[in-house]
């Protein structure tokens, strides 16, 4: 048999039956359908303030959003700008080097 809070069968079966004398077979009806309703209120007082967090915060993840597209935007810009350089660098530097090993092979 499964344990339920650490208790047996035989255990679960004395609770009940303690319970059934302590209220009655009229009261446990009642007394379910207040403890659904509490569960029920606390549930939606839980839904409401996630959703109401969800709501504030909501603002401030599309401004995070927005400032790091233009950040990595920004980053792409300057690193194209950079691989740029380079390369025209890097070709004038072989350009010079080759009119170099012309003067140095006609001389």
């Given at each position: 048999?499964?344990?339920?809070?650490?208790?047996?069968g035989?255990?679960?079966?004395?609770?009940?039956l303690?319970?059934?004398?302590?209220?009655?077979?009229?009261?446990?009806?009642?007394m379910?359908?207040g403890?659904?309703?509490?569960?029920?209120?606390?549930?939606?007082?839980?839904?409401?303030?996630?959703?109401?967090?969800?709501?504030?915060?909501?603002?401030i993840?599309?401004?995070?959003?927005?400032?790091t597209?233009?950040?990595?935007?920004?980053?792409?810009?300057?690193?194209?700008?950079?691989?740029?350089?380079?390369?025209?660098?890097?070709?004038?530097?072989?350009?010079?080097?080759?009119e170099?090993?012309?003067?140095?092979?006609?001389?």
């Amino acid at each position: 048999m499964h344990t339920f809070l650490f208790l047996s069968g035989g255990e679960l079966m004395l609770v009940f039956l303690v319970f059934l004398l302590l209220f009655g077979a009229n009261k446990i009806p009642e007394m379910a359908k207040g403890l659904g309703k509490g569960l029920r209120e606390l549930k939606k007082a839980t839904d409401d303030i996630k959703r109401e967090l969800s709501e504030s915060t909501g603002g401030i993840t599309q401004e995070i959003t927005d400032t790091t597209s233009d950040i990595k935007r920004n980053i792409s810009e300057i690193t194209t700008n950079i691989t740029q350089d380079v390369q025209e660098q890097t070709a004038a530097v072989k350009e010079n080097v080759n009119e170099m090993t012309d003067n140095l092979n006609s001389n």
